[in-house]
């Protein structure tokens, strides 16, 4: 009886993980066979492993890496967001089951095993939760700010600390126990850590920030007719990269440079890329100048061209002493409904095909941040590519 009763508990476990884990990331849980056979097996080894152990410490060595795998493998997320989204689903459950077990106490339980019971009505409360509650909000705005997920996880860290001193057992299950837990913890507040002083306290992305900078600077100087800037950026800059973006430039001009700019970053890559423009440069921006402007168009050509598309891409630039807007669009089909609100509040997101890390969305965010500007995204479908585009707005 017991031994059923145990089984079953821990697939409740391990689905009640698979799904908070999922809506803490907005994405539908599928329940393949696959899945369900693996969930299944995790029961009866563990269920089973639980029945013969009289520690409970030698369980739960075994059972909790084995849930943070499975939300590992299913989620995808770095290893500091796999270990917030584990600890936000244990102290869920946990706030569940508190209130359940003192209630099924009063409760006449007879043959039937009282965590059972405590088991599958939070289950039940689980799944009500993840349909009605928006874990993913409370996910997002955690990892948009990043230093509120450092304090998540240090709050973690001297909790288990105090409850590994005030309970201590002179044990080495017991050490083994806690140690993996606060070891874990202290790599999760490592990792954040490190990206925390990466952005805010060193030059961000120092290489690839200076070099879209340097063609702004060229552009700015080419209008100032500024010979001598001219020669001495092409002497800092001599790769051949950086000379075919000013190829054709002319001195004196502005808007003409910012369309062979356009021209000639598409000539940069190996694909067969059509660029629409369409180029509005009236005046100069009080807050926004030539060399920032250059910087973000770059940033979002390449970021455009670099997805692998076929269609066409489309730029929009208007500059009044009052206003400036820069749009481009291209071809772009998330694999899920979440993946639009996350290219600019997960550090390192890229829109590239390949698997690589994304240096440029990252930079433009905290520009246009700094200089109080907006940035929009939008995801429909456009009539001149015939397909799903994702429309990426900066306006000032």
């Given at each position: 009886?017991?031994?059923?009763?145990?089984?079953?508990?821990n697939?409740?476990?391990?689905?009640?993980?698979f799904?908070?884990?999922?809506?803490?990331?907005?994405?539908?849980?599928?329940?393949?066979?696959?899945r369900?056979l693996?969930?299944?097996?995790?029961?009866?080894?563990?269920?089973?492993?639980?029945?013969?152990?009289?520690d409970?410490?030698?369980?739960?060595?075994?059972?909790?890496?084995?849930?943070?795998?499975m939300?590992?493998?299913?989620?995808?997320?770095?290893f500091?967001?796999?270990?917030?989204?584990y600890?936000?689903v244990?102290?869920?459950?946990?706030?569940?089951?508190?209130?359940?077990?003192?209630?099924?106490?009063?409760?006449?339980?007879?043959?039937?095993?009282m965590?059972?019971?405590?088991?599958?009505?939070?289950?039940?409360?689980?799944?009500?939760?993840?349909k009605?509650?928006p874990f993913n909000?409370?996910?997002?705005f955690?990892e948009?700010?990043?230093?509120?997920?450092?304090?998540?996880?240090?709050?973690?860290?001297?909790?288990v600390s105090?409850?590994?001193?005030w309970?201590?057992?002179?044990?080495?299950?017991?050490?083994?126990?806690?140690?993996?837990?606060?070891?874990?913890?202290?790599?999760?507040?490592?990792?954040?850590?490190?990206?925390?002083?990466?952005?805010?306290?060193?030059?961000?992305?120092?290489?690839?920030?200076?070099?879209?900078?340097?063609?702004?600077?060229?552009?700015?100087?080419?209008?100032?007719e500024?010979?001598?800037?001219?020669?001495?950026?092409?002497?800092a800059n001599?790769?051949?990269?950086?000379?075919?973006?000013?190829?054709?430039?002319?001195?004196?001009?502005?808007?003409?440079?910012?369309?062979?700019?356009?021209?000639?970053?598409?000539?940069?890559?190996?694909?067969?890329?059509?660029?629409?423009?369409?180029?509005?440069?009236?005046?100069?921006?009080?807050?926004?100048?030539?060399?920032?402007?250059?910087?973000?168009?770059?940033i979002?050509?390449?970021?455009?061209?670099e997805?692998g598309?076929?269609?066409?891409?489309?730029?929009?630039?208007?500059?009044?002493?009052?206003?400036?807007?820069?749009?481009?669009?291209?071809?772009?089909?998330p694999?899920d409904?979440?993946?639009?609100s996350?290219?600019?509040?997960?550090?390192?997101?890229?829109?590239k095909?390949t698997d690589?890390?994304?240096?440029?969305?990252?930079?433009?965010?905290?520009?246009?941040?700094?200089?109080?500007?907006?940035?929009?995204?939008?995801?429909?479908?456009?009539?001149?590519g015939?397909?799903?585009?994702?429309?990426?707005?900066?306006t000032?």
């Open positions: 009886m017991y031994l059923v009763a145990n089984i079953i508990l697939i409740i476990d391990i689905l009640m993980f799904l908070i884990s999922h809506a803490f990331v907005k994405r539908i849980p599928i329940f393949t066979m696959k369900v693996i969930g299944v097996m995790y029961g009866i080894v563990l269920g089973g492993y639980a029945h013969l152990l009289e409970g410490h030698l369980f739960r060595i075994v059972a909790m890496p084995a849930l943070f795998v939300i590992y493998l299913t989620m995808k997320l770095p500091s967001s796999t270990f917030l989204v600890m936000l244990w102290l869920l459950v946990g706030a569940i089951q508190l209130p359940v077990v003192l209630i099924t106490q009063f409760a006449q339980l007879g043959t039937v095993p965590f059972l019971i405590v088991q599958i009505l939070t289950l039940t409360i689980v799944v009500l939760s993840c009605l509650l909000k409370w996910y997002r955690i948009e700010y990043i230093e509120l997920k450092l304090l998540i996880l240090i709050i973690t860290f001297v909790a105090i409850v590994f001193y309970n201590f057992e002179y044990s080495w299950l017991y050490v083994l126990y806690f140690g993996g837990i606060l070891t874990t913890t202290l790599i999760a507040i490592y990792c954040v850590g490190s990206r925390i002083v990466y952005l805010r306290y060193k030059i961000p992305l120092k290489t690839h920030n200076d070099y879209h900078v340097d063609l702004g600077m060229m552009v700015k100087a080419y209008r100032e500024n010979l001598q800037e001219i020669e001495k950026l092409n002497s001599n790769s051949d990269e950086f000379k075919l973006q000013t190829n054709n430039f002319q001195l004196g001009k502005l808007a003409e440079n910012i369309i062979t700019f356009i021209d000639n970053k598409q000539k940069l890559y190996d694909q067969e890329v059509e660029i629409q423009y369409d180029i509005d440069y009236d005046s100069d921006h009080p807050n926004v100048n030539v060399i920032t402007i250059i910087k973000m168009l770059s979002l050509l390449d970021n455009a061209i997805s598309t076929d269609k066409p891409i489309i730029v929009e630039l208007t500059v009044t002493m009052s206003y400036m807007q820069l749009s481009v669009r291209n071809e772009f089909d694999s409904s979440e993946e639009i996350r290219i600019f509040t997960i550090d390192g997101y890229t829109t095909k690589q890390r994304g240096y440029g969305l990252t930079n433009l965010y905290h520009d246009v941040k700094n200089i109080g500007g907006k940035i929009m995204t939008m995801c429909d479908h456009s009539t001149i015939k397909a799903q585009y994702l429309n990426i707005t900066i000032i």
